[in-house]
């Protein structure tokens, strides 16, 4: 099968708009490099041939680049690729619990995106987990951002009466960063799973994403005492992540 034919087909069997679905695909030639910093981006006939699509439709993608700042259009000359910065498109999934702590401590709480209210069981999660269950928890569903770039949309579970004793501390800080320095408190165990999903409307409200954009779900619990003092549910934007890992590590 030829490669324009291969774009064709993987194209069809998306209910996403075209222009959408370019979008993402040249969002992913940026990121490869693909195409390079710096440098014109191959010209309209070109991509018409490659994806078989009309020029309307490709003008309407890469309007979408251009609205995001990732190219821009210099009249005469092209359609050019924008530097951006690597802080702000680079943020790595923490593989431990250490990890995460230190990755709550740079990713301020931006806001609440509804109140905390108290939850009597945490939801199904499927991981080995020794730790029984807290009598209840609060909720706390929040976004966080780095330097105003909305990175994390996250649900909470805190035992409630971890919470009641330290309220002033969760309600101004991430939960994990809280939970490192209290005096005493040691985490026994801890796990987490990442997925990659779509997001909910919710989340991409939060995130600035268009709904059924691809998040990365990272699920984690953390115990003390043989108690689940806590359990997260994470989504973060996959055009943000990364994930490496030390493979000789023991």
């Given at each position: 099968?030829s490669d324009?034919?291969s774009?064709?087909a993987?194209?069809?069997?998306s209910?996403?708009p075209?222009?959408?679905?370019?979008?993402?695909?040249f969002?992913?030639?940026?990121?490869?490099?693909?195409?390079?910093?710096?440098?014109?981006?191959p010209?309209l006939l070109?991509?018409m041939?490659?994806?078989?699509?009309s020029?309307?439709?490709?003008?309407?993608?890469?309007s979408v680049?251009e609205?995001?700042g990732?190219i821009?259009?210099?009249?005469?000359?092209?359609?050019?690729?924008?530097?951006?910065?690597?802080?702000?498109y680079?943020?790595?999934?923490?593989?431990?619990?250490?990890?995460?702590?230190a990755?709550?401590?740079v990713?301020g709480?931006?806001?609440?995106?509804e109140?905390?209210?108290?939850?009597?069981?945490l939801?199904?999660?499927n991981?080995?987990?020794?730790g029984?269950?807290?009598?209840?928890?609060q909720y706390?569903?929040r976004?966080?951002?780095?330097d105003?770039?909305?990175?994390?949309?996250?649900?909470v579970?805190?035992?409630d009466?971890?919470?009641?004793?330290h309220?002033?501390?969760?309600?101004?800080?991430?939960a994990?960063?809280?939970?490192?320095r209290?005096p005493?408190?040691t985490?026994s165990?801890?796990?987490?799973?990442?997925?990659i999903?779509?997001?909910?409307?919710?989340?991409?409200?939060?995130?600035?994403?268009?709904p059924?954009e691809?998040?990365a779900?990272?699920?984690?619990?953390?115990?003390?005492d043989?108690?689940?003092i806590y359990?997260?549910?994470l989504?973060f934007?996959?055009k943000?992540?990364?994930?490496e890992l030390?493979?000789?590590?023991?």
């Amino acid at each position: 099968m030829s490669d324009h034919s291969s774009n064709q087909a993987a194209m069809s069997r998306s209910r996403q708009p075209l222009y959408l679905q370019l979008a993402t695909e040249f969002r992913r030639c940026l990121d490869s490099g693909v195409w390079p910093v710096g440098h014109q981006i191959p010209p309209l006939l070109e991509l018409m041939k490659t994806y078989q699509v009309s020029r309307m439709t490709l003008r309407n993608a890469l309007s979408v680049l251009e609205a995001d700042g990732l190219i821009s259009r210099r009249r005469g000359k092209g359609t050019f690729v924008e530097r951006r910065s690597n802080a702000a498109y680079s943020l790595s999934l923490p593989t431990s619990w250490q990890e995460a702590v230190a990755l709550s401590d740079v990713l301020g709480t931006h806001r609440f995106v509804e109140s905390e209210r108290s939850a009597k069981q945490l939801p199904a999660f499927n991981m080995a987990c020794s730790g029984k269950p807290a009598s209840s928890y609060q909720y706390l569903c929040r976004l966080h951002s780095s330097d105003g770039v909305p990175y994390c949309y996250s649900e909470v579970y805190v035992a409630d009466k971890l919470f009641t004793k330290h309220r002033k501390a969760f309600l101004a800080q991430p939960a994990a960063s809280v939970i490192a320095r209290i005096p005493g408190l040691t985490i026994s165990e801890s796990r987490q799973r990442l997925t990659i999903i779509n997001a909910s409307f919710q989340s991409a409200n939060a995130l600035l994403l268009q709904p059924g954009e691809s998040v990365a779900e990272v699920v984690r619990y953390a115990c003390a005492d043989g108690v689940i003092i806590y359990y997260a549910r994470l989504e973060f934007p996959t055009k943000f992540v990364k994930l490496e890992l030390d493979m000789l590590a023991r």
